[in-house]
């Protein structure tokens, strides 16, 4: 057989082994790109606050920026905290004193608008997302300009407003408030598998309750009313105090992962 | 000729299979200290507070179980004797608690430590029989005493008592290396459990810019006399203090300076001085 | 004599060509075969220390367009290169089933002195071979696996080595100019009578970059001299590179989709690089009695500094432009020897040394000024690899011949590590040393049957020794360990040759490359790594002054944890080089000559990250130019389809909007590859 022949032949028996080694290779990286969906909602209070006092909600709007599911675990959670290596990882250095680390980003959206949270519930579909485990999520809440402002009872430059009654053994205030603070709220609790069939739904509630858990409604007492008869809410109260740190806590943006349809 | 290079051949692969052969695992062993650092032993001075306080400790009862050592995917090496209460006061230098012999000289990547509630089977480490008693009769993970000193607002003392399980676990040291590398041979590699006492007074749980305070903590004296005890600090919301300080992150339920402070108990942990863990209740 | 002994004699008389040659090294043999050897291109064994060692003339392929010298490698089965950050900085290796990166799993050497990096901050053994004139590159060797008890640190994959000659002896005088304002211009002068060891060269060459940022420019000059001393042969090399870069860095595929960001358009303009390289290297060989062997000398000075951004503001509002920096001085032996202990058995041996004194940096630094704001790495790093290996060769059978090896590899490491320690402490992180052994086995068995025929079956274990700023103190250093087996097929015709092969690669602590930190890590929990592959290859020359070359290579990586597909990794790469070059007639008397070739490559699909695949891309280059008398005057087409094609990709999160607000979840980012390119050249060999 001459030489010609023999290069040929080595050729075809190299593409049947490369064949054969195709088939019993692995079939991917792992993971896929996909989309989520979630639903974003005020949760009323159903019971008096922790300081026993009855809030009754007539607005409550917040200006939200953008919305992020991470892998990095929440910290002050009753839960193993896990390695957030990854194949591609964003690296964050541990701080001084609670350690939270956002790790990989698995989905994110701009939301840009004023949300009335005792509207309807709201929908956001097709978020980018990619596979894997959620562990938390950061809100980025920022004070609306009068475009975003535009239509809502909300007045530019605010984050977040409420207006509502707050009653305890027969004492009635009727209040609202407005704050022009940022918030990023970082490291709240959001477990879920995200799929690849891009069913993978989260619900995100906005706990009112929390918001004015700690607030003491009696410390407007001394405040006259405006002409409307409700109180606005002196820049220095302790109701502010109040509404300021359960905004900016992540524990009262409660997301859960709904269950997969036919579940 | 021939014969020479035979017999040249057969030492040859006689003192290859020999080196092969001695080349097992080596092993040392871990020196398991604990220690509260110049914080503890000494003092922690004003300049690391933002008000002017400075703490000085006059106890720092720790209970110390769950040590243990492992390397992923590779062996694991625990610290024998249950759970133990020391004391970090009196600790000039760093305490050794424990030896852990025949470790394979590697690196553990897996380094985890649990302050934990005392219980009736624990024992005392450098204690004495009355911390012990004080530590069970609490079910405490972590007892304090000390007192504040302000060159304004005088002196507070305090004296408390925490309970819950708190484990710290993926230890990384100051390099960010996770871990011990324990070498071969009879010195003891040391593996140090760091606790920060200066993290009972910052003033945020999920806040890199976080600062040691006292303030509000001595303002909370309500009875004035001079000894702030948690009952009193669980008086002190929040809501009281100006919005920058005692900032919750995303931790639930934390509403007092009470719950504050206990919540802080759970990131004390550290490894080998500067090195960080994960925390987790249990 | 019986045909055994006549077998066992020729065999032993290759076998010792074989074993000196590598031994000697390989300068030698190719002056004394310019005469004697018009052709052999890819071979198996037949002159080689490894049963899958081939060697590769490179300069019978000279009509196909290429790059530079690294370009060479491309030549050889399995290799493809990348050079996805602007030409300047050290390609990118892919090979077997390895995203070798900058050359962590291959060990490369020229003229005789190692060429990766130990410890470089932008990759574990960083080779850069810019510095290699191509025109006195004469062979290229390259081990593919871990089979050679020679080969040391780096050796996961392949091995490499250049030897530098010029068979063509007198003056060369050769420039270039083409698109994209590329010129290059180098002389060769390889005085008459001397050996083909001996010449001088230089180059210089600059270009604008096919596209914005992209410009470079380069200069290099090496200089060789080998005589005969009596029982010695000397040889000494000299060599000085300096090449500086632009790169235009990744593009964001989303972004380029909406037109946001042009498909060669830079969106960090002030990514690039610096890049050094000086070097000298003296060898000795020689005979004493049935001994021969050699020692060799060598010390490199390197400077090294890159700025990349992959991305954009992600991390930091400031900027994540990072910039590395790494310069060593290094030095070393190398020296062997092989002695007939029997009538079948020989002894080969050696002893190597190498020591590294470096430092490096690595520091984020602000998109606007430049100016640093976070150093990530500040680290002198001290790096000692003394080695001892040993080979006994075995031919109890004619057509039977046995190798076992032993290679053991001390290395040791002082670390002074500037960096601060972590909790806000200003205390560096201090000193550390580590130390570890590494043994190394290697054995072959080579069949011999028919008359071209053999099968060659091997097993060898290497190592990849640790990036030094992750050891802590004391630590055994944790090598990266490779086991490799390997089953080849070869032919040997007198017109053509040709192998096929299989191999199965288990590498316990693999790398893969985070464009996020810029960093090659190991992944936490998903260390381990296995490659099976095939890979054949073959050598035609039907007719005077034609050559083919094809290769093929199929692997596939995969995690052991998982199961899953390592990313990055070229599945298949296919490579036809046909070059022709003959005299083809005369004019007035004067000879004329004719020179073409066309070389093409097929990457085969690359898996990236969430499941994703890269496409397969075909580049085509061609070349001709025709002779006449002493003047050369040629074109050289690169990509010759303009095929636009993505080089680097990659799949992680960026974001290029330094406002706060963008999407963090990781999307396709590529690098652009090369166009079409056209070069005009002329050339004077007197």
Redesign the interface.
């Known amino acids: 057989m001459s030489?010609?022949r023999?290069?040929s032949w080595?050729?075809v028996?190299?593409?049947f082994?490369?064949v054969?080694?195709?088939h019993?290779?692995?079939?991917?990286?792992?993971?896929?790109?996909t989309s989520i969906q979630a639903s974003l909602r005020g949760a009323t209070p159903t019971g008096p606050t922790s300081a026993g006092w009855s809030v009754t909600y007539e607005q409550a709007l917040l200006s939200v920026?953008?919305l992020?599911w991470n892998v990095g675990e929440p910290v002050f959670e009753a839960r193993l905290r896990q390695?957030l290596?990854?194949?591609?990882?964003?690296?964050t250095?541990?701080a001084?004193p609670g350690h939270y680390s956002p790790g990989?980003?698995?989905?994110?959206?701009?939301v840009l608008r004023v949300l009335d949270l005792m509207g309807p519930t709201v929908q956001l579909t097709s978020i980018?997302?990619?596979?894997g485990t959620s562990n938390s999520a950061t809100l980025?809440l920022r004070p609306a300009d009068a475009a975003r402002a535009a239509g809502t009872t909300l007045s530019a430059g605010n984050t977040v407003r409420v207006q509502g009654t707050a009653a305890k053994a027969g004492a009635t205030v009727r209040f609202r408030m407005e704050l022009a603070d940022a918030f990023d709220i970082a490291g709240t609790p959001a477990h879920g598998e995200i799929r690849a069939d891009g069913t993978t739904s989260f619900a995100i509630a906005v706990d009112l309750g929390l918001w004015l858990d700690r607030a003491d409604f009696s410390t407007l007492a001394m405040v006259a009313p405006a002409m409307d008869g409700v109180v606005d809410v002196p820049a220095d109260g302790q109701v502010r105090n109040a509404l300021f740190r359960g905004v900016s806590n992540g524990s009262a943006y409660r997301v859960t992962l709904l269950p997969a349809s036919g579940q | 000729m021939?014969k020479t290079?035979?017999k040249?051949?057969q030492s040859?692969c006689v003192a290859?299979l020999v080196?092969?052969g001695a080349?097992g695992a080596?092993v040392g062993s871990i020196d398991v200290r604990a220690w509260g650092e110049e914080f503890v032993a000494n003092e922690i001075p004003a300049s690391e507070f933002e008000d002017g306080w400075g703490v000085q400790f006059s106890k720092f009862l720790v209970h110390v179980s769950g040590v243990r050592f492992a390397a992923?995917g590779g062996p694991s090496y625990s610290l024998t004797g249950g759970g133990r209460v020391f004391d970090l006061k009196p600790a000039a230098q760093a305490l050794s608690i424990g030896t852990i012999s025949m470790v394979e000289?590697?690196?553990l990547d897996d380094v985890r430590f649990e302050l934990s509630e005392a219980t009736a089977s624990s024992t005392v480490g450098n204690a004495s029989a009355s911390d012990l008693m004080v530590m069970q009769g609490g079910r405490y993970a972590l007892y304090v005493e000390g007192t504040a000193s302000h060159p304004m607002r005088g002196t507070r003392s305090f004296r408390w008592g925490f309970t819950g399980n708190t484990r710290f676990s993926n230890c990384r040291?100051?390099?960010?290396?996770p871990g011990?590398?324990v070498?071969?041979g009879t010195a003891a590699?040391p593996g140090q459990l760091t606790f920060h006492a200066d993290h009972l007074f910052y003033d945020g749980l999920q806040n890199p810019e976080a600062k040691l305070r006292f303030d509000a903590i001595a303002s909370a004296d309500r009875n004035m006399d001079m000894m702030v005890t948690l009952d009193e600090l669980a008086t002190v919301d929040l809501t009281t203090l100006p919005t920058g300080q005692y900032t919750t992150g995303s931790a639930r339920n934390v509403n007092t300076l009470r719950d504050y402070v206990t919540a802080l108990v759970t990131t004390v942990g550290?490894w080998n001085?500067?090195?960080?863990c994960d925390e987790a209740h249990f | 004599m019986t045909r055994g002994s006549l077998t066992r004699t020729k065999y032993a008389l290759c076998a010792a060509y074989t074993l000196l040659a590598p031994a000697a090294g390989a300068q030698a043999r190719a002056g004394r075969e310019a005469s004697e050897s018009q052709g052999a291109t890819v071979r198996g064994r037949a002159t080689s220390g490894s049963p899958t060692e081939q060697t590769i003339a490179p300069q019978e392929l000279r009509a196909v367009p290429r790059g530079g010298a690294p370009d060479l490698l491309a030549l050889a089965p399995g290799f493809f290169l990348s050079s996805h950050a602007g030409e300047g900085k050290a390609h990118q290796f892919f090979l077997r089933g390895f995203d070798a990166q900058h050359g962590q799993d291959v060990e490369f050497s020229v003229g005789g002195a190692p060429v990766n990096d130990v410890s470089n901050a932008h990759g574990q053994g960083y080779a850069d071979l810019n510095y290699v004139i191509p025109e006195v590159v004469d062979r290229l060797t390259v081990i593919e696996g871990p089979y050679d008890p020679h080969q040391g640190d780096f050796a996961v994959a392949a091995s490499a080595r250049m030897d530098l000659a010029v068979r063509d002896r007198g003056v060369l005088v050769r420039g270039q100019y083409g698109t994209y304002d590329a010129m290059r211009a180098v002389a060769v002068w390889a005085p008459r009578g001397a050996s083909n060891e001996t010449f001088v060269a230089g180059e210089l060459g600059r270009s604008n970059g096919w596209g914005p940022s992209r410009a470079s420019q380069r200069a290099a000059a090496m200089a060789q001299y080998q005589r005969e001393l009596g029982a010695f042969t000397v040889r000494a090399l000299l060599q000085s590179y300096a090449g500086s870069w632009q790169s235009a860095g990744v593009v964001r595929e989303p972004d380029f989709l909406q037109g946001i960001q042009g498909f060669f358009e830079a969106r960090d303009p002030q990514q690039g690089g610096f890049s050094a390289r000086h070097g000298a290297v003296i060898e000795a060989r020689f005979r004493h009695g049935s001994t021969t062997g050699s020692i060799r000398a060598w010390l490199t000075r390197r400077e090294f500094r890159a700025r990349e951004n992959y991305?954009g503001f992600?991390?930091d509002p400031r900027g994540d432009r990072y910039e590395q920096t790494y310069s060593a001085t290094s030095f070393g032996l190398d020296a062997e020897a092989r002695q007939p202990?029997?009538s079948w058995?020989n002894?080969r041996g050696g002893a190597f040394a190498r020591h590294d004194v470096t430092t490096q940096s690595m520091q984020r630094e602000r998109f606007v000024d430049a100016v640093a704001y976070q150093r990530m790495i500040d680290a002198d790093v001290n790096a000692t690899d003394i080695a001892l290996w040993?080979e006994?060769e075995a031919r109890p059978l004619s057509w039977l011949e046995l190798r076992a090896g032993?290679r053991?590899d001390g290395l040791a490491f002082q670390i002074d590590?500037r960096?601060a320690?972590?909790?806000?402490?200003m205390e560096p992180?201090g000193r550390r040393d580590?130390q570890g052994?590494h043994?190394g086995p290697k054995a072959s068995a080579r069949l011999r049957f028919a008359r071209?025929w053999t099968l060659d079956l091997a097993y060898g274990k290497g190592f990849r020794s640790p990036q030094a700023t992750?050891l802590?103190?004391?630590?055994?250093a944790?090598f990266a360990t490779v086991h490799s087996g390997e089953a080849a097929?070869r032919?040997n015709?007198?017109?053509?040759?040709?192998?096929?092969s299989?191999y199965l690669t288990h590498v316990d602590r693999d790398l893969?490359f985070?464009?996020?930190?810029g960093q090659n890590l190991t992944?936490?929990?998903a260390e381990a790594t296995t490659r099976?592959?095939?890979?054949?290859n073959?050598?035609?020359a039907?007719v005077r002054g034609l050559v083919l070359l094809?290769s093929?290579t199929?692997?596939?990586a995969?995690f052991d944890a998982?199961?899953?597909?390592?990313?990055y990794v070229p599945?298949?790469v296919a490579r036809l080089d046909a070059a022709f070059d003959r005299e083809i007639g005369r004019v007035r008397g004067v000879p004329v000559a004719l020179s073409a070739g066309v070389g093409a490559s097929l990457i085969g699909y690359r898996?990236?990250?969430?499941?994703?695949?890269s496409e397969p891309v075909l580049l085509v280059d061609a070349g001709a130019s025709v002779r006449v008398s002493v003047v050369e005057v040629g074109v050289k087409l690169r990509n010759v389809f303009d095929a636009r094609w993505r080089d680097g990709q990659f799949?992680?999160?960026s974001d290029w909007d330094a406002a706060?607000?963008g999407?963090?979840?990781?999307v396709r980012h590529f690098t652009a590859g090369r166009p079409f390119t056209a070069d005009f050249t002329v050339g004077v060999q007197l």
């Open positions: 030489d010609k023999w290069v080595s050729m028996a190299s593409a082994a490369m054969t080694v195709f019993c290779g692995p079939v991917s990286t792992g993971g896929a790109r920026d953008s992020r390695r290596f990854r194949a591609i990882s964003i690296g250095a541990f001084h990989d980003a698995l989905a994110d959206t701009s980018t997302a990619v596979t980025t | 021939m290079s035979k040249w051949l040859g290859l080196g092969l080349c080596p992923t000289a590697r690196r040291d100051a390099s960010s290396q011990l590398v070498t071969s590699t550290h001085g500067e090195g960080h | 991305t992600a991390l202990l029997l058995l002894l040993a006994l032993l053991g590590d960096i320690r972590s909790g806000g402490a992180r580590a052994i043994l071209d992750t802590g103190q004391g630590e055994n944790p097929l032919f015709g007198a017109r053509g040759s040709a192998s096929v299989g893969v985070d464009p996020v930190l992944i936490a929990g099976v592959g095939a890979s054949a073959a050598r035609l039907p094809a093929a199929y692997a596939r995969s998982t199961g899953r597909a390592v990313p599945s298949l898996e990236l990250p969430f499941s994703e695949r799949n992680y999160s706060p607000g999407s963090r979840v990781p």
